[in-house]
């Protein structure tokens, strides 16, 4: 019998619903090439198109891609101002794509950080795509965890203070709907490239039960099947939440 291919080995009704993704490797890619970190950066957006629309085409319903984070803003000043440029770029050349592929943009981070003309451009693509609903693709940038959170507690104290939130209903949900990804789903998958195993800053809160997948390949070599390679690992996992096999039920 003919070898099934990854793709076709993919359980379409497990498909993890958010996939989060720390693209990483892009610099040591380059380097590895004799080439400056940004080439690597550049080459980065094929991969960041190939699993957009692998993610879409299987019917995964959030992707969020760590672009940009509030650490980054620390790199020496060429790169963080050619990372922007980039960004400014792809947005715009990938806008049309988008919409063919009805693909909704969303961003998350202190985006006011950003350099204006790459706000406008975002807040151009995140309008121009908002009724798109076969997936949602979350861009996180200038983002870090505790930065939101820190907004998070921020804003839930000040509504306690007004008189507008008691204190004794604060629950998950009150955390949850307080932070960028309100009414996301939280991601069941999280991939790591370029051999790093670390969080690195990246959705600390939403990540709490995700399954940790971390590949070696550098982030401009990631492909379709690297994703597909992703999902199958994810699926042959047992996910228990704290419980014991016996009892997990097939659904
Ligand atoms: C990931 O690749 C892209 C960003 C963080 C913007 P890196 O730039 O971190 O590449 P390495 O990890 O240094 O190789
Ligand atoms: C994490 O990668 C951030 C992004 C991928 C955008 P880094 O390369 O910045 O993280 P560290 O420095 O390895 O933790
Ligand atoms: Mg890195």
Same mark, same amino acid.
């Given at each position: 019998?003919?070898?099934?291919?990854? /793709?076709?080995?993919?359980?379409?009704? /497990?498909?993890?619903?958010?996939?989060?993704?720390?693209?990483?490797?892009?610099?040591? $890619?380059?380097? @590895?090439?004799? /080439?400056?970190?940004? #080439?690597?950066?550049?080459?980065?957006?094929?991969?960041?198109?190939?699993?957009t629309?692998?993610?879409?085409e299987?019917?995964?319903? #959030?992707?969020?891609?760590?672009?940009?984070?509030?650490?980054?803003?620390?790199?020496? =000043?060429?790169?963080?101002?050619? !990372?922007?440029?980039?960004?400014?770029?792809?947005i715009?050349?990938?806008?049309?794509?988008? *919409?063919? *592929?009805?693909?909704?943009?969303?961003?998350?981070? &202190?985006l006011?950080?950003?350099?204006?003309?790459?706000?406008?451009? !975002? =807040?151009?693509?995140?309008?121009?795509?908002?009724? *798109?609903?076969?997936?949602?693709?979350?861009?996180?940038?200038?983002?870090?965890? /505790? $930065?939101?959170?820190?907004?998070?507690?921020?804003?839930?104290?000040?509504?306690?203070? &007004?008189?507008?939130?008691?204190? +004794?209903?604060?629950?998950? &949900?009150?955390?949850? @709907?307080?932070?960028? +990804?309100?009414?996301?789903?939280?991601?069941?998958?999280?991939i790591? +490239?370029?051999?790093?195993?670390?969080?690195?800053?990246?959705?600390? $809160?939403?990540?709490? #039960?995700?399954?940790? #997948?971390?590949?070696? +390949?550098? $982030?401009?070599?990631?492909?379709?099947?690297?994703?597909?390679?992703?999902?199958? *690992?994810? =699926?042959?996992?047992?996910?228990?939440?704290?419980?014991?096999s016996?009892? !997990?039920?097939?659904?």
């Amino acid at each position: 019998m003919e070898q099934k291919s990854l /793709k076709d080995q993919i359980d379409l009704n /497990k498909l993890p619903e958010h996939i989060a993704i720390i693209m990483d490797g892009n610099g040591r $890619w380059a380097k @590895n090439q004799g /080439k400056e970190r940004v #080439y690597g950066h550049h080459n980065g957006v094929k991969s960041v198109r190939e699993v957009t629309e692998a993610g879409a085409e299987l019917g995964v319903k #959030y992707m969020t891609l760590y672009a940009f984070s509030t650490e980054n803003w620390n790199r020496p =000043q060429a790169e963080v101002t050619a !990372l922007m440029a980039l960004l400014i770029h792809t947005i715009k050349d990938e806008l049309p794509t988008l *919409n063919k *592929n009805k693909i909704r943009l969303q961003a998350i981070g &202190n985006l006011s950080m950003l350099p204006e003309d790459a706000q406008t451009e !975002l =807040q151009e693509a995140i309008d121009g795509t908002k009724d *798109n609903d076969r997936m949602t693709l979350v861009l996180a940038l200038s983002y870090s965890a /505790k $930065w939101e959170i820190i907004e998070a507690v921020k804003d839930i104290a000040s509504r306690a203070k &007004n008189g507008e939130l008691d204190i +004794t209903d604060i629950d998950e &949900n009150t955390i949850s @709907n307080a932070l960028n +990804t309100k009414g996301m789903p939280d991601p069941e998958l999280m991939i790591r +490239t370029s051999g790093e195993t670390r969080i690195s800053n990246f959705l600390l $809160w939403q990540l709490a #039960y995700a399954e940790l #997948y971390f590949t070696r +390949t550098f $982030w401009p070599d990631f492909r379709k099947q690297h994703l597909y390679e992703a999902i199958l *690992n994810f =699926q042959n996992r047992e996910r228990r939440f704290g419980m014991i096999s016996e009892q !997990l039920v097939e659904e």
